[in-house]
């Protein structure tokens, strides 16, 4: 749907429980958490074998496997 997308990117397209009007109006510290958490997902999903991960110029690109 999305293609590669940044870790930064998914982060920010997926629902928070948290008190905020978008994705600007997050606390700084709660940008680091919720990408953490994004991170950790999708490092979980390439391990099983359902996204895939490739680097370019520094930056990691994450996109689902059909």
Do not use: C
């Not at 397209?13 to 905020?20: F, T």
């Not at 991170?39 to 490739?54: F, Q, S, T, V, Y």
Request: aromatic share 12%.
């Amino acid at each position: 749907k999305y293609g590669k997308s940044t870790v930064r990117t998914v982060t920010k397209q997926l629902h928070w429980d948290i008190r905020s009007k978008n994705w600007d109006d997050f606390p700084k510290a709660q940008k680091w958490f919720a990408a953490g958490e994004t991170h950790a997902h999708l490092e979980h999903l390439r391990a099983l074998g359902e996204a895939a991960m490739e680097e370019k110029d520094g930056i990691l690109y994450y996109s689902m496997i059909k």
